[in-house]
């Protein structure tokens, strides 16, 4: 009995994430007149889906280290801070709204900020003469994605690393002092060392939440399928890619596939940082 609160939860994920998952997965073990094929599966090594996956996987990689990193200083900075002040208040709403704010409005914003018709781009050409675009309009391809995935992990950083500082004990650092250690040789050997766990946890986080993200990559690149999972719109919306059926169930496949390891690595990570912080 004491389980049933949770089974309208329970029910949520049965019905809006495991069973639509089931049903993606295995339509790429079928082909168009319903029978079991490996065709779909094959695809995956197509050179094309390989230049799809290959660029997802850049993409949250370097988004996710260069937020990492961007929201790990913020965090330090923030430590100096009072945690009931007002400057940690709006920085923690500011992180809570902003690491949200994505799709249409995130994509738009970068169009009005630094698109051909930007106002950033406008005023650096001509007041300046710089033309970001020089070498083509790189905001409507991959790597245009970068600054507005940037824009929503920095945020999404300071809100799951910075329990992880403030967890840190004053004492260490106490001890370290009366040892005769400075402030760079806590952070090196004491710092640095128990917070590795839950940075590297943070960055495996980051790279799952941009890879799996599609609303401000549609928006920003709705003529390609640079990425996965404008590859599987484009599988969905078509009558058949690459000559095969039902491609869209193969690539969810190999979607599911790599978050499975970051979110096993990440469970791992979590579960090593969580000794320290628990004593």
């Known amino acids: ?66 937020g990492a990193v961007l929201g790990a200083l913020v965090c330090y900075a923030l ?34 900020l630094i698109g051909v018709q930007g106002l950033l781009r406008v005023i650096l050409l001509n007041n300046f003469g710089i033309d970001i675009f020089a070498q083509g309009v790189w905001l409507y391809e991959v790597p245009g994605l970068v600054l507005p995935y940037i824009y929503f992990q920095v945020p999404l950083m300071i809100i799951v690393f910075l329990p992880a500082l403030e967890a840190l004990k004053p004492q260490w650092a106490e001890a370290s002092a009366t040892l005769g250690g400075t402030r760079a040789t806590y952070w090196w050997r004491i710092g640095i060392p128990v917070l590795m766990p839950s940075f590297i946890g943070s960055v495996l986080l980051l790279f799952a939440n941009s890879f799996s993200s599609y609303a401000t990559a549609a928006a920003l690149t709705s003529q390609g399928q640079g990425i996965v999972p404008l590859q599987i719109r484009a599988s969905l919306t078509s009558e058949t890619v690459l000559g095969r059926e039902n491609l869209a169930g193969a690539l969810a496949l190999g979607m599911i596939a790599v978050m499975v390891v970051v979110m096993v690595v990440y469970a791992q990570l979590q579960r090593r940082a969580s000794r320290w912080q628990q004593r």
Request: charged share 10%.
């Open 1 to 66: 009995m004491r389980y049933l609160g949770l089974a309208p939860f329970g029910a949520y994920v049965l019905l809006f994430l495991a069973l639509p998952t089931l049903l993606a997965v295995g339509t790429g073990f079928f082909d168009g007149g319903g029978a079991l094929s490996t065709t779909n599966i094959e695809a995956l090594l197509d050179p094309v889906i390989v230049n799809v996956f290959w660029n997802s996987i850049w993409l949250s990689a370097l988004t996710a280290i260069i």
């Open 79 to 112: 430590l100096e801070t009072r945690p009931d002040g007002a400057l940690r208040s709006i920085v923690d709403s500011a992180s809570g709204v902003l690491a949200q704010f994505g799709g249409v409005m995130l994509a738009f914003a970068f169009v009005s």
